[in-house]
């Protein structure tokens, strides 16, 4: 009788034939597979090792692998990915939340009162992890989560349910020059808007390139720089902002000399405005405060 492979033995074998396919991360890559196929997670997948795996569950763990070979995202496999400690759903409609953008969220919560009445906006919402995060974080504020993409839109909805924030966000199908304000308007605007211009596209693993939604990345017509996006949010941003509101932008890494002129410039003239280092000390946030004190018209 044939001796039935055990949870190390096919982790073992899973992450050799991934790092043979030369995808990223291949050790990870087999664990949260192996989790994901097993119904576990990773500490049970640890707590497991010696358990012989059933034919059935060998069956299932085989296309889930296949897929990651030819280069597919784990988040797209599981259709998950963790973002600021909560579980979001993610499909190929959607961008992955990386781990730099949680610092618009780090940020936000330094500026704002936790329990504050906070009203903000997410222009290119995407999954809406930025949006819903921030609605969770803050609980009494109320948010508009605005994307172009209705397919973006109806993940970011499912985000906002599964985290029972969904009766404060307002979903709007839009660019983002269609942004409306409320009165009196928002004390907080975040955007991480496509900002991969062409040549960096080209350049992108493609296990970005060719499974992550182009639209997310490189802006509307074709990005010669990747800044072409800015413009047009910083000046929806202008006319929706509060006095003394705030606006976050997520930002390339060479791009925040550029984007810091552009919110210090006619015809805006924000103040305050920092360009803010991720943990690899590339230039990852600019922000800037609308003049005026808050609650003045």
């Not at 291949?26 to 500490?43: D, E, F, H, V, Y």
């Not at 059935?56 to 995202?73: D, F, K, T």
């Amino acid at each position: 009788m044939t001796k039935q492979p055990t949870v190390r033995d096919i982790l073992l074998k899973t992450e050799a034939y991934l790092r043979d396919k030369n995808v990223d991360s291949p050790r990870l890559s087999a664990q949260i597979l192996l989790s994901k196929g097993l119904g576990t997670n990773r500490m049970g997948l640890f707590l497991d090792m010696d358990r012989p795996l059933r034919e059935e569950e060998l069956v299932a763990l085989r296309p889930l692998v296949a897929r990651r070979g030819r280069g597919e995202p784990v988040a797209y496999i599981t259709g998950e990915r963790e973002f600021f400690s909560m579980a979001f759903e993610v499909t190929p409609d959607v961008l992955i939340p990386r781990p730099e953008t949680e610092m618009v969220v780090e940020e936000a919560l330094r500026l704002f009162p936790k329990e504050g009445e906070l009203s903000f906006a997410d222009l290119g919402t995407g999954s809406g992890c930025l949006a819903v995060t921030l609605a969770a974080q803050f609980p009494a504020s109320r948010g508009v989560a605005l994307d172009a993409s209705p397919a973006a839109l109806a993940v970011a909805r499912a985000n906002a349910v599964r985290h029972e924030v969904q009766d404060r966000l307002e979903f709007v199908e839009a660019d983002f020059s269609g942004l409306d304000a409320p009165a009196g308007g928002f004390g907080l605007i975040v955007s991480n808007p496509p900002y991969v211009s062409e040549e960096e596209y080209a350049a992108l693993s493609p296990e970005v390139s060719g499974f992550e939604p182009k639209s997310a990345l490189v802006p509307r017509g074709g990005g010669g720089t990747g800044l072409e996006a800015y413009p047009v949010v910083v000046a929806s941003a202008w006319k929706a902002l509060a006095p003394g509101g705030v606006l976050m932008l997520e930002i390339g890494w060479k791009q925040g000399p550029d984007v810091k002129y552009l919110l210090e410039a006619d015809p805006f003239g924000f103040e305050g405005v920092a360009v803010l280092p991720d943990l690899a000390g590339n230039d990852r946030v600019v922000l800037g405060r609308k003049p005026g004190e808050p609650g003045s018209t």
